[in-house]
Structures are given as structure tokens and as C-alpha cells.
């Protein structure tokens, strides 16, 4: 977090601020933040993994209905799914514009990508409230318990995904983020697309494949 | 003294002391003891465990005979030169410390991978007893389904009978929480997991008794969860068969019914007059066939039982208060029917514990 | 989740600011708001010794009631909370702590950096874990503690408190403060990943770390990579037991089985996580006493990665009597004879540095070398345990019980305390007494072995553990008498440490900057270290660069002094230091200058540095952690609410103050 003003990689701590070279040395020529960020989301895929595991496990076990082919809306998922994907689209050409000083267009494709993750967390509400009623809770099997806590984890994911990038948004309205701080963006950038990631692999192994 | 007496007199000390230790040990006779194996599967993993105990032992002595004498051997005196010849490392040595224990531990192995093999062998045939284990909070169940050897169902709790030379099958089943089945005279243990079928094969060479413990942690009185393998000659465990298999010794009618049927609710949880009833709770027929009960905590004695019925969470913690409150509450264990009483239920006076006590004493 | 905010700093800050910029860098509260991982490292070890002492009265406690059969000292109910929380506090409270703690102190000191990468997120790591341990004890008063063992096995732990058998909320507290104590662990080993990766001294390669440092790298990545399996467990867990949700129950489909693995597949590498660094201390105390460098230095680093890798393929161990099935017995028990190998290799290497060398019997020695014999017996009885029929024998026994005591307390504890004394010098500038010191070593070994020895015998012998009792006539009551006194000899010994440390803080002598003629370049600099740890980063030559600029070997290997001046061009009063005969009491005094050797002044921050400024924003964001604890436990939204707020204000506030405060 500090990682911009503290004198600490080897050889630049009299580069006061860092700022001047856009990169702060360090040994391994990656930025402390991108480097935590990276580690941070390896930690994460065992997270996910542990739940993707657990709703894999019990896949066609669950001892009564509604089953996923009961209440699947295969389409409509997909459209939200897409949308996700296009996200991240939107978010290569933010971190783009910013890198070159365009703040117009990196505004834009900002809130075009929050606006795009909006969608698909208004996609997923409509969901569950469509699965609840037709009789799939929490509690009604193990398929219910599996899935909504998946794909709930992951919408949260998304959510804070969301109010990550209005607050870089806020900033950049104000005037705050500036080329060189760039950096900031792409780390939102790359855990934005994690979380795309991790939704396709949900969706191929949550929806897609047949039990 | 030099450094070389050192090393030998540790060692030998370290032998003596494992050897000592490990003797000691096989010579309690608790009926408990996994180093006095009495059956065919405790004494294969006796027979396994044993000769790598020793290896063990052998290294453990050396590694840490070897640690005292270098740091004394090489121990800084005054006086003496203060310049360790700097060494890096060697590779030679590396590549021996790597490739002998592989080697030990590839030994090792194979024995190891065969008993496992060997002991999850399912046995087959009209001379398998087969036994259903019911894991409870917190007491055992033994259900002897029929089957070529049982001609009529028996389901009783606490002390499992069986006869010797004679393997017996064991099928546990949970519907609550995780416990473990283990008898270590006979077997390894077996953990008892809800929604899994899981199977253990106890055998015992010669008449005895043999105890029996929950070995995982399954809630407030895990600790008072024991039981008992009773092994018989085939005779006499055709006795006692045929004696379980009858109906109540004495008849349950008149008062000792109302009592347990009307006043107290007793067949709430429990049956007196069918050992073949596998309600979930002790079925009480024959009770007094039996040594223990409660988990095999208690002896079957007037006393114990009076209090029993009485006061039971004063004698093992239960979480039993809502047990007797309507509508069925969920409750694990037996409630007081002295304290803590429901209002419209009885509390329970000493004439009629003593009538219910005096009935268990007679099911033989 | 703790990252977002990280990168929203503005360029002008002070406009932005939500609280006024804390700046005491001393006095009482410095310690509230500052960012040195010096300090933080002290907070750390603090409070997890603070915890320490807790669990070990639960264990004396223990010790009372089954130093006799039936025992009355416990009931039934109170003897399950107190192993529970023995265990959950000596593994998540005490021993990953003070690992994290020397390793905050000494990571960036060894490879030469001025602290670590995130200062503010190591101060956040402390306060969850303080936070974390205060809300699971919290339990105690607030209807009731963990009460279902320190693994929490399901359904007993998932089971809706209304049905349970186990009273109160107890699971409910430790799932839920074991994810705080979650969060702290993974922001701290992500920083140290960060900081070893990144901000070593020119010239320090990964190969010329200390091994210490190597160990506490493989320890970061498996804290990272196992805290998440768990957290997923607990989740579940919370769920089924609020939420009515079915992963673990039985009777809707789900399978009890499924949190054993997924808790032992953090359960195993969190095994390692707590041994490894204590590897890497004994890996450092030993080359420094016997005056030779580590046998072996590559093997010793690459037995600790392989190490970390095999960690996570064993995790099956823990359930060889589950019911898995021979093949997956087989397998995983194979796998548990591997991880024995580079086990094996690395005490073969640390008695090969002992071996030739000039051995210097001084606490923090004894205590390695106790590590290495403990250890050992540790390590052979887990041998015995991939025996798997033997281990159907064993698990849930007291021989269990005795094996991991051998590892984690022989091992670990032995190695936390020879760094105790080891380091004490170099961070409060006091020498630890070395006749107490020694009384301490000899008192833990000797209560160690009589306590924790007799239980291979008692495992063995049929006494399961985790029962609060036994019957009379097992033949048990002789040993678990012996076992129990043996108990309060651990006792006498950690108070021995305790009178120890207060007599050296009154009036110990004064510590020289290289006490022990170390090695690494912790020793290089003055004691007590500045904020900013090196006047000048060091340039490194060589793997233990500050003996390299010390000593040189002739022809023959053997050892030689460098005259002063050094053929080096070390920053630091180097040469002075190697004057020092380390044996020698009279040394104190000289030792009181090296600080003010060369061109350091003695006050701090007059250099010019811009060292990161302390800052309000980690206690305030931990803060509204256990709110929504509460709110959790008690399913309570209007508790909700104020949490969340505590946290966004936290988060927020944390992302537009600048690591460090303008001038």
C-alpha cells in the first residue's frame, strides 16, 4: 500500500517518492503492489477452489429436488455471463486511455465497466430470487446450499469489484489520478479480471456441464 | 571420561530405557491394551508396528546420542584453538542421508502397504457374524441382524458378545455426529461417519473381555462413551444368543407398565418387552444380562440404577433438560425425573424408582 | 479483500485526511498507531507470550484434573472448552504469532531493507490477530467458548446450536474469529512474501538469504495458500449452524467428511507453517555457535521447499481411520514416509554443522540442540503414524498427543525460545542471564520429557485423549501422574524465563551490537537498531555477508580474522565488533559505542529518510472487524451496520493517507 512513498526498495531510498521513474526499483522488477496483488489472488483461487470443490462434490447428490436442470435459465445466464466477459474488455481499455492521458475515455470505459458489473450482479439477484421461488433455498439441499454460497461469494466479489472502481472513478472526477499513478488502475484491473475468470470457470462448471 | 564412553553409555542408557518402556507397557493387562494384542488384526499391526518401533528407537538413540557427543566433543575450552576448519557442505554425505533413509522407508513400506491391503479384506461366509454398530451420544448399540448365524434379530447396547475364532463383520453407522470404533486388544480403530458405510473386521482367539472406547471427539461426554467385547466359547455365546432372543423374563404388565408406559413416558425412548426394537435409545429388555450401562461408566447395581433413573445428568453430563418437555423437544441423553420437572409431569418418587429398578434387575 | 483500497492514494493528502496523522514514534501511544515492523514485531511476541501463558495454565489445568482417575477438578463441559481452546490458542494464537513476530523483526534486518513492504498492512495483521484471539476468548463471557476441539470436526461443530450437543455458541465464536485470525495471517505472510521477493539489499541473492529467511518465504506461501482452504470450511460450518444450510448434514446429503478434508488440507501445511520457522531459527543459532557456516546450506534450503510442497499432499494422515479406503490409505501413507526424507536430510545437516566445529554451549545453543534431539523423536513417532494399521492403533490416542508435543513444542517452542535468547540482545539491548537462562533449558527439557514422553506409553496402552477422565484400574494413574508433574516442571521453567527477562530489563548488563560474533547482518548494525535500520543499505558479497566481513579461511579451510579495516567495505563498526571475544563479560562496554561507530548519529530520523508515519487507519479498520463479528454471532443487523461503517471508514481513510505523511 505504501509501496509508492517508501524508500525502501534497494538503491532508490533517496528517490524521495518513488513517483519520478513511474516504478520504484525492486529486486524483482515487479512493484510491491503488484506483486501482493498477484499473491493475494493465487490465495483467492484456493478460496474459490475450496467452494467450486465442494459444489463439484455434491454435483447430482442432493437427496431431493429442485435440481439444477429445474431451475437453470441457461440463456439468460449467458447473457450476464457475456456481459461480465465484456467488462473486462472495458477495463483493458481503461487502464489503456489512463496510460496514454486520455481521462475522458478511461472515465468512460470506468463506469462502462461498473456499469456492466451493476448488470450482472442485477442479473444474479434477479436469479436467486427466481430459484427461491421456485423452491430452491439454502437449506432445501445440498445443491441449493452449494450453489447460492458459490455464487454468492462471487458476487460479492463483484460488488466490492464495483465500488472499487466508482471510488477510482470519484478520484479521477476529482482530478486525482493521474498517468502516472496508473499503476493504481491496472491493480484494480487485474482483480477485476480475476473475478471474470473465476466466473467463467464457474459458469462452465456450475451451469454448463451436465450433471 | 572420553567422549566415546559417553556416546555408548547414552545409547545403552536410551535402549534400556525403551526396552524398559516398551516392556512395561505390553505387561498391562487393562483389557485396553494395544501393545497385548488378543486377535488376529490387533496382532498384525502388533507384528508391523513393533519391529519399526525398534528401528525407530535405534535411530532416535543414534540422532540424538550422536547431537550430545558432537556438541560436547567439539565443545570450545579455553586455551584451546578457536579456528573450526570451515565446512561448506558435502555432497557424498548428502546423497548417503537422502538415499538410506529412502531406502529404510522403501522397506518399511512394503509390509506397511500389505497389512493395510490384508486388514481391508471383507470376510466372507455363513461363519462371518455380521454386527451393526450404532454410534450414539454418547453410548454404542449392537444390532445382530438375522443372518445365517442369528435366526431372530438382537439389538442391545453397551457390551458387544461374540464368539471366538469367529470373525466378525462390523457395519458402522452414525445418524448424529462422527465416533470412533475401538477396541485396541481386537482391532485398529474405525470411525463411525454419518452417511458413510464404514466396516471393520474384529476377531478374538480365546474367551475374554476386552474394553472398548469412542476415540473421536463427539461432544459433551465423549470421554464416557466406552463399551465392552464379551468373547465367547461358541456355546456359550449360543446361550447367551438365545437367551437375548427371548422376549422379557418377566412379564411388563400391570404396574411396572403403567409406570413406564403412562407416568413416566419411559417407551418414549425406550422398549422393555422386545429385544428386537432398535428404537434409537437403550432397548432395556435383559438389561441385567448386562455388566454396565451409560456408556459403560456404570455397573449394573441397584444403586447405580436408582440414581439413574432418578437423576441421570448427575451421573453423566447430558444436555437432557428440554428431554421431558412436550412437544419433543431435541435433546441427547436422559432426563432428570426429579429436578427441573415440566409442569403436568410427575416428579419421580422413590417407591416408583425402586419398582422400575427392582423390574431392570430381574431382565436377565 | 483488505487490498482495495491500497491504491487510491492521492496526490495531496493532507486535504483528505479524515483523522489528524498520528506522529509519536515514542512513548505508550506509539505503540497504538505505529508502522515499524520493529515495534510490531515486539506487539506480536508480546501478546502471543500473553497467550502462551494463557494456554498453558488451560494445560495445568488439564494436567489437575487427569493427574489422578475421575477426577473432579473439571467437569465435563469445562474440560472440553479448555482443550479446545489449549490447542486453538497454541497453534493460532501462540505459534504462528511468534514466528510472524521474528520474522517481522528480523526479515527485513537480514536482507537489509528498512522495513516491510506494507507497514500499515503488518500493523493491520497485528490487530486482527489480537482482536481476533480477544473475540474467540470473548466467548467465555459472552455464552460460551469453543467447545469442539481445535480442528472442530463436523457435524458435532455444524450442528444448529438448538440441536447440539455442544452448549452455547461456542463453534459459533471460533469459526468466526478463527476468519479474523484468517485475515491477519494472510495479509502478514503476503507482505513478507512481498518484502523477501522484492526488497533485498544489492548483492543479496535468493541463495545468500539466511536460512531463516528462506523458511520464513516458504512459510508466507503456505499461510497464503492453506489460511483460504479453512476459511471456506468455516464459512460452511457458520452456515450450517445459522443458515440451515446442508454441506455437513448428514441427513440432507451432505458429508461430514468433506470439512475433515478440506480442514487437514490447511491442516497439514499449517503444521509445517508452525515447524519451518522454527528450522530456520535453529538454522541460524547453530552456525553461530559452532563458529562454522550451515552444513549444507542448498540442501537445508531446498529440503524446506520440498518440505512446503509434500505439506500439501498428506493431508489424508490425519483420517487414515476414516474410512478412505485402502488405496487412498496407501497413497497418502506413502506420501507421509516422503515428507520424512528432507526431514531427515535437514537434521542431518544441522549435526553436520555442529560436527568439527567450536562449540560454544550457550542458551540459545542448548536450546537448538534440544530442538534437534526433541525433534527427532517427534519426527520418528510421525514415521510410525504413516505406518497406517499402526496409526488405526495410534490416532486419537495419547500417543498422538505426544507425538505433536514432540514436534510443535520440542520443535517449535525450543526453537522460539533459543531465539528468545539468541536475540533478546539485539532487540531490547539487554543480555538474557545465561545461568537463568541455562536453569530455563534444563528445566523445559527435563519437564518436557517427563510430561510429554510417558504418553507414548499411555497412548499405547488404550487411553484415548480428549476424555476428561478415566476409569481406575487401567493401570494409567502411575504414568498420568508423572505426565501431570512433569507439567508443572514446564511451568517452573517458563517462569524461570519470566523472572529472567524481568531481572535483565532491571539490571541486566548492556548488550554489545554483536553479542554472539554473529553472522547475518542483523549484527551489523547498532543496538538498539534505529527506525530506519541501515544509516546506508549494504551491499552484499557473500551468504553471511557480516562474518564475511569478519573472518576470512586460509589455505587449510581453517578460520581467520580479517584485520581490522576488513578487506570489505562494510558500513558499520564491523571491526569493532569482531574485537569483541563473545565469551567475555568485559566486552559490555565497548559494545555500549559500536552504535555510534562510523558516521551514524544517535538520534533517528535525522537522515532524511522518508520513513512510512504511523497511522490511526489498521486499529481503526480492525475495529470493525469483530462488530460484524458480533453482529454474525448474534445474528444481529443493527450490530451489522456499525461494522460496516467502522470498516468503509477504515478502508477509506487507509487509502488517501499516503504511507507517509508529507513534510
Sequence with gaps: ????????????????????????????????????????????CLFFGA????????????????????????????????????????????????????????????????????????????????????????????????????????????????????????????????????????????????????????????????? | MTDPQIGRRLRLAGLLVGAAAVLTACGNDNGQNSLDPKGPAAQKIDNLFIPILILAIVIGVAVITATVVFAL??????????????????????????IVPALILAVVAVPTIATIFDLAKVPKGPHVLQVQVDGKQWWWQFQLPKQPMVDKKVVTSTELHIPIKTKVYLSEQSDNVIHSFWVPELAGKKDVVPNHDNHNTIEADKPGTFLGACAEYCGLSHADMRFRVIAQTMDDWKAWLASEQQGPAQPWSGEIKDLTATKYSCTQCHVFDDSTKDTGRPNLTHLASRSTFAGGTYTVNRKNLTNWVMDAPSMIAMESQKCRQPPETPCVGMPSFTKNTPKGQPVMTRADADTIVTYLLGEK | MTAVPEVLAPPRPRRLDLLHRPTRTTGFWSWWTTVDHKKIAILYGGTA??????????????????????????????????????????????????????????????IGARDVAFPRLNMFGFWAFLIGGLFIYSGFVLGGAPNGGWFGYTPL?????????????????????????????????????????????????????????????????????????????????????????????????????????????????????????????????????????????????????????????????????????????????????????????????????????????????????????????????????????????????????????????????????????????????????????KLNFWLMLIGFNVTFFPMHLLGLEGQPRRTYTYAKGMGWDNINLLVSIGSFIIAASVLVFLVNVVLTTIRGERAPADPWDGRTLEWSIPTPVPEYNFAEIPVVHARDDFWARKYTEDDQGRLVRLPAGGSDSGTTG??????????????????????????????????????????????????????????????????????????????????????????
Design chain 1, 1 to 44: 500500500m505504501a509501496q509508492a512513498t517508501l524508500p525502501v526498495p534497494s538503491g532508490s531510498q533517496h528517490d524521495d517518492h518513488g513517483h519520478g521513474h513511474g516504478h520504484p526499483e525492486t529486486t524483482t522488477g515487479t512493484t510491491n503492489t503488484k506483486l501482493a496483488m498477484w499473491v493475494f489472488l493465487s490465495s483467492e
Design chain 1, 51 to 211: 467452494f467450486i470443490a465442494t459444489y463439484l462434490l455434491y454435483r447430482g447428490r442432493s437427496l431431493k429436488g429442485p435440481t439444477p436442470k429445474d431451475v437453470y435459465n441457461i440463456p439468460f445466464t449467458s447473457v450476464t455471463s457475456f456481459i461480465l466477459l465484456m467488462s473486462s474488455l472495458t477495463m483493458v481499455l481503461a487502464l489503456a486511455a489512463i496510460q496514454r492521458g486520455d481521462h475522458r475515455r478511461f472515465r468512460v470505459w470506468l463506469i462502462a465497466t461498473a456499469l456492466f458489473g451493476l448488470t450482472f450482479i442485477s442479473g444474479q439477484i434477479y436469479e436467486f430470487t427466481e430459484f427461491y421461488r421456485e423452491g430452491l433455498s439454502l437449506s432445501t439441499n445440498t445443491f441449493g446450499s452449494s450453489f447460492f454460497v458459490l455464487t454468492g461469494i462471487h458476487g460479492m466479489h463483484v460488488t466490492v469489484g464495483i465500488i472499487w472502481l466508482l471510488s477510482l472513478w470519484g478520484l479521477s472526477m476529482q482530478g486525482k489520478i493521474e498517468v502516472q499513478h496508473s499503476e493504481k488502475v491496472e491493480i484494480a484491473g487485474l482483480y477485476w479480471h480475476f473475478v471474470d475468470v473465476v466466473w467463467i470457470v464457474i459458469f462452465t462448471v456450475v451451469y454448463l456441464i451436465p450433471a
Design chain 2, 73 to 98: 566433543k567439539f565443545r570450545h575450552r579455553e586455551g584451546k584453538p578457536d579456528n573450526p576448519k570451515q565446512i561448506h557442505g558435502s555432497t557424498p554425505l548428502e546423497i548417503g542421508w537422502t
Design chain 3, 49 to 110: 507470550l500473553i497467550f502462551f501463558l494463557i494456554a498453558g495454565i488451560e494445560a495445568l489445568l488439564i494436567r489437575l484434573q487427569l493427574a489422578g482417575p475421575n477426577g473432579t477438578v473439571l467437569t465435563q463441559s469445562q474440560y472440553n472448552t479448555l482443550f479446545t481452546m489449549h490447542g486453538t490458542t497454541m497453534v493460532f494464537l501462540v505459534g504462528m504469532p511468534l514466528a510472524v513476530a521474528f520474522g517481522n523483526y528480523f526479515i527485513p534486518l537480514m
Design chain 3, 157 to 437: 461443530t455444524s450442528t444448529p446450536m438448538s440441536q447440539g450437543a455442544l452448549p452455547g455458541h461456542g463453534p459459533d465464536f471460533w469459526t468466526v474469529g478463527l476468519v479474523m485470525l484468517g485475515f491477519g495471517s494472510v495479509t502478514s505472510g503476503i507482505n513478507f512474501i512481498v518484502t523477501i521477493l522484492n526488497m533485498r539489499a544489492p548483492g543479496m541473492t535468493l541463495m545468500r538469504m539466511p536460512v531463516f529467511v528462506w523458511m520464513m518465504l516458504v512459510t508466507a506461501f503456505l499461510t497464503v495458500f492453506a489460511i483460504p482452504c479453512v476459511t471456506a470450511a468455516l464459512i460452511m460450518v457458520f452456515f450450517d449452524r445459522n443458515f440451515s444450510t446442508n454441506f455437513f448434514l448428514a441427513a440432507n446429503g451432505g458429508d461430514p467428511l468433506l470439512y475433515q478434508h478440506l480442514f487437514w488440507l490447511f491442516g497439514h501445511p499449517e503444521v509445517y507453517i508452525l515447524i519451518l520457522p522454527g528450522m530456520g531459527i535453529i538454522s541460524e543459532i547453530l552456525p553461530v555457535f559452532a563458529r562454522k557456516p550451515l552444513f549444507g546450506y542448498a540442501v537445508v534450503v531446498f529440503s524446506g521447499i520440498a518440505i512446503g510442497f509434500l505439506g500439501w499432499g498428506v493431508w489424508a494422515h490425519h483420517m487414515f481411520a476414516t474410512g478412505l479406503g485402502p488405496v487412498a490409505v496407501s497413497a497418502f501413507s506413502l506420501a507421509t514416509m516422503l515428507i520424512a526424507i528432507p526431514t531427515g536430510v535437514k537434521i542431518f545437516n544441522w549435526l553436520g554443522t555442529v560436527w568439527g566445529g567450536s562449540v560454544r554451549l550457550k542458551t540459545p545453543m542448548l536450546f537448538a540442540l534440544g530442538f534437534i534431539a526433541m525433534f527427532t523423536i517427534g519426527g520418528l513417532s510421525g514415521v510410525t503414524h504413516s505406518i497406517v494399521p499402526a496409526d488405526t492403533q495410534q490416532t486419537d490416542t495419547y500417543y498422538v498427543v505426544a507425538h505433536f508435543h514432540y514436534v510443535l513444542f520440542g520443535g517449535l517452542i525450543f526453537a522460539i525460545f533459543g531465539g528468545f535468547y539468541y536475540w533478546w540482545p539485539k532487540i531490547f539491548g539487554k543480555m538474557l542471564d545465561e545461568r537463568l537462562g
Design chain 3, 574 to 663: 564491523a571491526v569493532a565488533v569482531a574485537e569483541i571475544e563473545p565469551d567475555s563479560d568485559s566486552g559490555a562496554g565497548e559494545g555500549g559505542d559500536l552504535g555510534g561507530h562510523g558516521e551514524e548519529p544517535g538520534g533517528t530520523g535525522g537522515h532524511g529518510f522518508h520513513m512510512p508515519s504511523p497511522s490511526f487507519y489498521p486499529l481503526i479498520l480492525t475495529l470493525g472487524l469483530p462488530i460484524l463479528g458480533y453482529a454474525a454471532v448474534f445474528k444481529s443487523p443493527f450490530l451489522a451496520i456499525p461494522g460496516f461503517i467502522v470498516l468503509l471508514f477504515g478502508m477509506y481513510g487507509w487509502a488517501i493517507e499516503p504511507g507517509t505523511a508529507e513534510d
